[in-house]
């Protein structure tokens, strides 16, 4: 069974940092592409960044794009989401995301529907 299971959310004012991880387990988490999505108020569910299975591809969301960075462990199953000059607009439940079953993932897929299994959020809030 899949797992995904994110950390590190939390209250930091505007230009602060911030990271986030997540924990998974379940396929061979070294064949898969991972991804991390956000979610505010009242908004559909965005994309944020995606990784490679070897990490060796990134892909950004414009908005995060020189501010936040992907990377993963595949020692530790961990794909983590570092986050800097955050601003209010980052405000937002963050999911971590791994493929549909029998898919590996593509670093370059956007939408959420391209992506299976869902962590259970991490609250991230930036205060002005």
């Known amino acids: 069974q899949v797992q995904l299971v994110e950390s590190g959310g939390g209250l930091v004012q505007a230009g602060g940092s911030l990271g986030l991880s997540c924990s998974y387990s379940?396929?061979?988490?070294?064949?898969?592409?991972m991804a991390w999505f956000r979610q505010a108020p009242g908004k559909d569910r965005d994309f944020v960044a995606a990784?490679?299975?070897?990490?060796?591809?990134?892909t950004y969301s414009d908005s995060v794009k020189g501010r936040f960075n992907i990377s993963r462990d595949n020692t530790k199953n961990t794909v983590s989401l570092q986050m800097s000059s955050l601003r209010p607009e980052d405000t937002a439940v963050y999911y971590c995301?791994?493929?549909?079953?029998?898919?590996?993932?593509?670093?370059?897929?956007?939408?959420?529907?391209?992506?299976?299994?869902w962590g259970q959020g991490t609250q991230v809030t930036v205060s002005s």
């Open positions: 990784i490679s299975t070897s990490g060796t591809y990134t």
């Open positions: 379940g396929r061979s988490f070294t064949n898969l592409a």
């Open positions: 995301a791994a493929p549909p079953a029998g898919r590996t993932g593509r670093s370059t897929n956007r939408s959420p529907s391209q992506w299976g299994s």
